[in-house]
């Protein structure tokens, strides 16, 4: 069994917030390390860097605290970061984009379920419901199992 976080995930697995138990809960279903791609080093130290230049000082302090926690995680190997099955991904993503009849999620919506596909994840998680239809058409199990 393969886990797959999307940011949003990922980030309530970092960032202390009331959602932060049961998303280790979930994650915890699977064995350290947790395999995560540059797509998710990139979301989330994009968005602690631009946390840390809040203009209010809880904001900064959350980011600083975060990003810490993040470092710390990735020293103890909890997570470690590999290179991605981009190109698989991307090829999925473009192909389920053109299949879209109603609404088109956003992009990261359709190319995170992609990755965990081609890098042959068994479990997608994620609070994200847009995140989670796709994925859930692609056959992934979904955690938690219920929002």
Aim: hydrophobic share 45%.
């Amino acid at each position: 069994m393969t886990p797959y976080f999307d940011l949003g995930f990922l980030l309530t697995l970092v960032v202390k917030s009331p959602g932060r138990g049961t998303a280790w809960q979930a994650a915890s279903r699977f064995n350290p390390p947790y395999r995560l791609n540059f797509l998710h080093q990139f979301h989330l130290e994009n968005g602690l860097a631009r946390q840390l230049l809040s203009p209010k000082s809880e904001a900064r302090e959350i980011g600083a605290q975060a990003l810490r926690q993040w470092n710390q995680y990735l020293d103890e190997g909890v997570f470690v970061v590999t290179s991605g099955e981009w190109d698989t991904a991307f090829r999925l993503a473009i192909g389920w984009n053109r299949n879209f009849t109603r609404t088109v999620p956003l992009p990261t919506f359709i190319l995170h379920p992609a990755l965990a596909l081609a890098e042959a994840a068994t479990h997608f998680l994620s609070f994200q419901p847009e995140n989670r239809q796709v994925a859930r058409a692609t056959g992934l199990r979904l955690l938690p199992e219920r929002l």
